[in-house]
């Protein structure tokens, strides 16, 4: 019986090996080159790595010092089965997929990608003197290294992407990024190029990206193995779409959130809140959503309304949907130790750990600790507590808010998740924390999702996030950053984006403020949602409560000039509504960003790479904030090859032109084409 199991195990195992695909037995061996089936291999003293199809027209990057290559594909989604063309000759190998071709050089097996015209998308870098510069290896222990690979870059070359960065840059080129998450920083490094080309650093260590004119470098501090994908694209669409088809897309955004939404830091109580939105309709102002935001709850971590200060939530949810308003509630990952779930969420290993100290990482009227998203025990308990306390309510929409998650001190490596050391899988935080509660929706039955969270990384988009751009201060230079963080996030396959109107922190009693505030409604209008929040000067300690209330944020809060302003633009975000559902739709069926830089749309017109506050809102429409205090005049271009019509005069201008136009606080130049029908007045 004994030789009858072993003979079992082994006919098995052969039949595994033979109908497995056909990257298991080598088919040629040529110097450092092994052909496979469908691989290349190449392999020297001390390194070895693999190119793989991954999808039509891309190729797959993996390498390591240990010598073994991890089947970990994170976020990205699984492609077709590919035939890759793979040729070997005397001092290089050629592997070829469609639109694009790498050349391999057997000697330090250095890279050179190109397309399918034979222009070099991207070349490893070399250094005489150290053979092995393109790729750098680090021991960190075990499997573990810190990673660094090199590339040759173009001085011309224009750079895009890699999520939100506050850095006042569109092109960044030039630019040193952070890959790790932060308050107002999201990292997504996917990156864009000028040259035709799109690459994902399939990586959630921490590390950073060099985009220098001399060379570009991604960096992991500690990982197993560099991991990245690299495709062709004759336009910066067909780039963003492909990168939609490897990471997915959003979900069809519901009709209710092209509206408008009414926050601030906090809402305190349920009456608080039903008399803002009462007053919305008493007053006939259009409204979709309006938000609960934080210290609703008693304790941090219980995840419940607190009952003395919102007695019938339930209740409160059939009156807000009766005027047709929806209801978005904050959940943070976090647990304070006096909450009751903390002590089932600990001892189930449900919250993450440090690897030295105390079990505390975020000081916020409590000590707090976090949720371990990143272990799916720990996501089905969550989810238990909010269907039950609020999805059975009526709770639709969450509010994801600490979603980096933001640790103090910020040190990575202390962190241990369910998935690994923080150095090694931070990144990844946001996404699951989307996933979880999506996930339950789904599970739920809930059909229309759009959730509120202030991270991201690669796939996100995938699980109905929207996501915004942190704590931010309420000036003009802050608002010029949003622009342009706001257009590069959306080509990294997030086309729902937006800011807290007026700034977090805005100082409603100063006239510099307004403008301010006035410049940015009119902004948001034109954003892909329309949401204000903040949490304003001066604040309020009211008795009872835990922590400070903001003043008052809504649009007849700052003056009779400002009401009449903001309402005329709340009117025209109504009549925009058609048109943004429109391209919100196309935005789920293929990654287009609704709101996206103009050489998006003019990819010929080289002066549209050099324009970094203007963009196109859907193909139709251009808009041109004010971000200058005290502005009359505003000078804009117009992209060559359309005909262009001041939404305001209705005035017509050739394309390929730069112009001055006057402006008041009460308008913001917005021009249209293909005879859109619309207007600002």
Avoid at 461 to 466: K, N, P, V
């Amino acid at each position: 019986m004994k030789t009858n199991r072993i003979s079992i195990v082994l006919t098995l195992a052969i039949a595994i090996l033979f109908i497995a695909p056909g990257n298991i037995f080598a088919q040629e061996k040529a110097g450092p080159f092994t052909k496979f089936a469908n691989r290349l291999q190449w392999e020297d003293e001390g390194e070895l790595y693999w190119m793989d199809a991954f999808g039509p027209d891309a190729l797959r990057f993996r390498g390591s010092k240990s010598l073994r290559i991890t089947d970990e594909d994170w976020n990205l989604l699984p492609q077709p089965d590919v035939q890759l063309e793979i040729t070997i000759e005397k001092s290089k190998a050629v592997v070829k997929n469609g639109k694009i071709r790498a050349e391999i050089q057997a000697r330090k097996g250095r890279i050179t990608y190109l397309n399918d015209k034979g222009e070099v998308l991207l070349r490893e870098a070399i250094h005489h003197h150290h053979p092995q510069f393109a790729r750098q290896w680090e021991s960190k222990g075990s499997d573990h290294f810190k990673t660094k690979v090199t590339f040759d870059a173009e001085k011309d070359e224009h750079l895009y992407g890699m999520g939100q960065y506050p850095n006042d840059c569109l092109d960044l080129k030039g630019t040193v990024l952070e890959l790790a998450q932060k308050n107002t920083q999201i990292s997504i490094p996917f990156l864009l190029s000028s040259k035709g080309y799109g690459f994902i650093w399939n990586n959630p260590a921490v590390g950073r990206a060099e985009l220098s004119k001399t060379h570009t470098s991604f960096f992991a501090e500690y990982t197993k193995q560099i991991d990245y994908v690299i495709f062709p694209g004759d336009t910066p669409s067909d780039l963003v779409s492909h990168y939609a088809d490897l990471t997915g897309k959003s979900p069809k955004m519901p009709e209710y959130a092209t509206g408008f939404w009414q926050s601030k830091l906090r809402y305190y109580s349920q009456d608080d809140l039903l008399s803002v939105a009462r007053e919305y309709k008493k007053r006939n102002l259009p409204l979709s959503v309006i938000v609960a935001d934080f210290y609703h709850w008693p304790v941090t971590g219980d995840w419940k309304f607190n009952e003395e200060l919102w007695p019938d939530p339930k209740a409160m949810i059939q009156e807000l949907d009766s005027l047709g308003i929806k209801l978005l509630v904050s959940v943070w990952p976090t647990l304070a130790e006096n909450s009751e779930n903390y002590t089932e969420f600990k001892k189930n290993n449900f919250t993450i750990r440090p690897e030295h100290g105390v079990n505390l990482f975020l000081q916020a009227n409590d000590d707090l600790t976090y949720l371990d998203v990143t272990h799916p025990g720990a996501r089905k308990a969550l989810w238990t507590k909010l269907k039950k306390n609020y999805w059975d309510l009526g709770v639709r929409m969450f509010w994801m808010d600490e979603a980096e998650p933001e640790i103090e001190p910020l040190e990575y490596n202390n962190i241990r998740y369910y998935l690994g050391n923080g150095e090694e899988v931070s990144c990844l935080y946001p996404y699951y924390f989307a996933k979880t509660i999506y996930d339950g929706q789904i599970e739920s039955g809930q059909t229309e999702i759009i959730n509120l969270i202030r991270s991201g990384w690669i796939g996100s988009q995938r699980f109905g996030t929207l996501l915004w751009s942190g704590d931010i201060s309420g000036d003009f230079p802050t608002l010029k950053r949003q622009i342009k963080a706001g257009l590069n996030i959306g080509l990294c396959g997030i086309p729902w984006w937006n800011t807290d109107i007026g700034g977090f922190y805005g100082k409603p009693e100063s006239d510099e403020y307004k403008e301010v505030l006035l410049r940015w409604f009119q902004y948001g209008t034109f954003c892909p949602v329309m949401r204000i929040h903040g949490f304003n000067s001066p604040r309020v300690l009211l008795e009872g409560q835990i922590t400070h209330t903001g003043s008052p944020n809504e649009v007849w809060s700052f003056g009779d000039k400002a009401q009449e302003i903001m309402t005329h633009y709340l009117h025209v975000r109504e009549r925009l509504r058609p048109y943004i559902q429109k391209h919100m739709d196309i935005a789920s069926e293929k990654g287009t960003p609704v709101m996206r830089p103009l050489f998006f749309d003019f990819p010929k017109d080289e002066t549209c790479y050099t324009i970094e506050d203007q963009y196109m809102f859907g193909p139709d429409i251009l808009v041109t904030p004010v971000t200058d205090a005290g502005a009359t005049s505003r000078s804009l271009y117009l992209p060559e090859g359309s005909k262009w019509k001041d939404a305001l005069s209705g005035k017509t201008y050739k394309g390929g032109q730069t112009i001055q136009v006057k402006v008041s606080i009460e308008n913001i130049p917005v021009f249209t084409r293909n005879d859109l029908d619309f207007k600002l007045n």
